[in-house]
């Protein structure tokens, strides 16, 4: 069974920063497209950014740009979510989730990707 642990979750104060990790229960870790997600209270879940199985592309939501940067790290199955300068928007519980393909066209919705995470909680106070 395929599994995605996602930690580093927390609270933070306003401006300050958090990385997030997820690791894979995935043979072939390196063909999946990673995505991470984010749904607040009372809110759509909404994507916040990609990266492709190697590594080498990578996309973000407009919320994140400049700010969020993701990475992966394929020979520990995981892949990361470095957040600085956050705010009280950015509180939200944070998925990760794998797509069996290396780049996913449709990476912002969430039917492009096969297994998710149980979400880890981040909390901004103002």
């Known amino acids: 069974q395929v599994q995605l642990v996602e930690s580093g979750g927390g609270l933070v104060q306003a401006g300050g920063s958090l990385r997030l990790s997820c690791t894979a229960s995935?043979?072939?870790?390196?063909?999946?497209?990673m995505g991470w997600f984010r749904q607040a209270p009372g809110k759509d879940r909404e994507s916040v950014a990609f990266?492709?199985?190697?590594?080498?592309?990578?996309y973000y939501a407009a919320s994140g740009q400049g700010r969020f940067t993701i990475s992966r790290d394929n020979a520990k199955n995981t892949v990361f979510l470095q957040m600085n300068s956050l705010n009280a928007e950015d509180t939200a519980i944070y998925y990760c989730?794998?797509?069996?393909?290396?780049?996913?066209?449709?990476?912002?919705?969430?039917?492009?990707?096969?297994?998710w995470g149980q979400g880890t909680q981040v909390t901004v106070s103002s």
């Open positions: 989730a794998a797509g069996f393909s290396s780049l996913i066209t449709g990476w912002t919705m969430s039917r492009s990707y096969d297994y």
């Open positions: 990266i492709s199985g190697s590594g080498a592309t990578t």
């Open positions: 995935l043979r072939t870790f390196s063909r999946y497209g």
